[in-house]
């Protein structure tokens, strides 16, 4: 079980607005800023958000991050058959030591 | 541009060590702002951190509490690089395991590596 809670699936059409939830508490997301990545077949995770809602340089600004006490949001707008793929949600967890903490990762699907 | 290049062997017998290495161009593994982590994947456990080293004058680690009293990583500042030791293993360690660099989020990702623990 990861210790961010994310829906196994979420699906739109192209040219949608589509949001993916990843819930946390307050020991990780309540206290520290939320990480989106996004994840294609047989490739490494690719980072799309930091911070919470800073897009690195090369990611289109359809992709969108925000957070509300222990949730984070990530949005994408403009929906594109290339933006199918797993999104995973991250966040550092102040408890015991500290450690980065994972979402268990939702599947995108573009109909 | 920061690269990071895995290697190791991509099956581990049960009870013995898995090590891997990570090369890194374009910075330095004792670079004083950036920390280099090991992360596996599963489709059982998902993404799981595994731990990291990191140079702020002196060297860190810092370690999961999943794998604390099996994992070592260490750095090789002469080759630039750093490495995961994972002792004792089980089939339940099988995975891709990455290397990347932080802080605060992994910007960078090594190709990952699949680890087979079979006898």
């Known amino acids: 079980q990861s210790v961010l809670t994310q829906p196994p699936s979420a699906s739109g059409t192209p040219g949608q607005r589509v949001t993916i939830s990843c819930s946390g508490s307050s020991s990780n997301i309540g206290r520290n800023t939320v990480v989106w990545y996004q994840q294609l077949p047989g490739t490494a995770p690719k980072l799309l958000i930091y911070n919470t809602d800073q897009r690195p340089s090369g990611v289109p600004d359809r992709f969108s991050g925000s957070k509300s006490g222990t949730s984070g949001s990530l949005a994408i707008s403009g929906l594109q058959s290339e933006d199918e793929a797993d999104y995973y949600c991250?966040?550092?967890?102040?408890?015991?030591?500290?450690?980065?903490?994972f979402g268990g990762g939702t599947k995108l699907t573009v109909l | 541009q920061v690269q990071l290049r895995q290697s190791g062997p991509g099956l581990v017998k049960p009870s013995q060590t898995l090590s891997l290495t990570c090369a890194i161009s374009?910075?330095?593994?004792?670079?004083?702002?950036?920390?280099w982590n090991w992360v596996r994947q599963s489709p059982s456990r998902g993404l799981e951190w595994l731990g990291r080293?990191?140079?702020?004058?002196?060297?860190?680690?810092h370690y999961a509490v999943s794998v604390k009293s099996r994992v070592t990583i260490n750095p090789d500042t002469s080759k630039n690089q750093f490495s995961l030791q994972l002792n004792s293993v089980t089939p339940e360690d099988t995975a891709v395991y990455y290397c990347a660099r932080g802080p605060g989020s992994f910007a960078y990702w090594g190709q990952g590596i699949l680890v087979t623990v079979s006898s």
């Open positions: 374009g910075d330095s593994v004792s670079s004083n702002s950036a920390t």
């Open positions: 080293t990191y140079y702020r004058s002196k060297w860190y680690q």
């Open positions: 991250a966040a550092w967890d102040d408890s015991l030591k500290g450690f980065w903490v």
